[in-house]
């Protein structure tokens, strides 16, 4: 019982305070969610929707970056599958790039730096590469067909399965590169150092080594065919 001096306290007061701090905590919770959907959506994809593809804001600060099918061409740049056709890489840096499945065919990497990258089963068809840096590069079941590699370095490449059909190799060194089972049918390895090179089950078929380096060349199961062996002479040996 209350004394006739005391007020007593409405109920639905108490009430109105929580139920407004419930919603102000409903509020932030919702908030929260939307800036978290934003962020994660509105995230750029790159190259072929690859989340981990190089976008234009991997540049690096104060360089200055191509940017070709959303990929940006720079060292370590990582594109899968992305469409680089007739682009002009001439003079590029695009050291430990990889590229796997990416279309190149046509493109211009005259002088480029393209060591220690990973290029397995791009199509390279047609590329003008000569004097390109290619030392450790992954290119295994990749298309090279018409390919200009004059003078490039090729120096301990992976190049197993390739396809080098017509390719021009002249001056190119392939120091223990692996060209197993590569098809080299019609190249022209015209003065191509190719030591310690293995040559393993290669199709030599048709193919120019005049003044070519075989030194400790690994050349088990490779075919013969009207090749013009390093002295001139014709091997017809696999035909």
């Known amino acids: 019982m209350l004394d006739r001096g005391e007020t007593r306290v409405q109920p639905n007061g108490r009430g109105r305070q929580g139920r407004a701090r419930h919603a102000l905590t409903r509020w932030r919770a919702v908030s929260l969610l939307a800036i978290f959907a934003l962020l994660v959506f509105a995230a750029p994809t790159g190259a072929a929707g690859d989340p981990t593809a190089s976008s234009a804001d991997d540049c690096a600060q104060g360089a200055t970056c191509q940017t070709v099918d959303g990929c940006v061409i720079q ?4 594109c899968p599958g992305a469409d680089l056709a007739q682009a002009d890489f001439n003079h590029s840096d695009l050291t430990g790039v990889i590229l796997p499945r990416a279309d190149l065919r046509g493109a211009k990497l005259v002088g480029a730096k393209v060591g220690q990258a990973v290029l397995t089963r791009a199509d ?3 590329a003008r590469m000569e004097e390109v840096v290619l030392t450790e590069t992954e290119l295994p079941g990749s298309n090279l067909t018409l390919t200009d590699l004059s003078h490039a370095n090729l120096n301990r490449a992976n190049l197993i399965g390739a396809e080098l059909r017509a390719a021009y190799l002249g001056d ?11 098809t080299l049918i019609f190249a022209n390895l015209t003065r191509a150092d190719l030591t310690g090179a293995d040559l393993t089950n290669v199709d030599l078929t048709e193919s120019n080594l005049t003044n070519a380096k075989l030194r400790d ?3 088990s199961g490779a075919i013969f065919c009207h090749t013009k062996m390093p002295d001139r002479s014709i ?3 696999g035909c």
């Open 172 to 182: 190119a060194t392939l120091v223990g590169a692996n060209l197993t089972r590569a």
């Open 75 to 78: 060292p370590g740049a990582r």
């Open 217 to 219: 060349a690994k050349l």
């Open 235 to 237: 091997n017809n040996s």
């Open 124 to 126: 390279l068809g047609g």
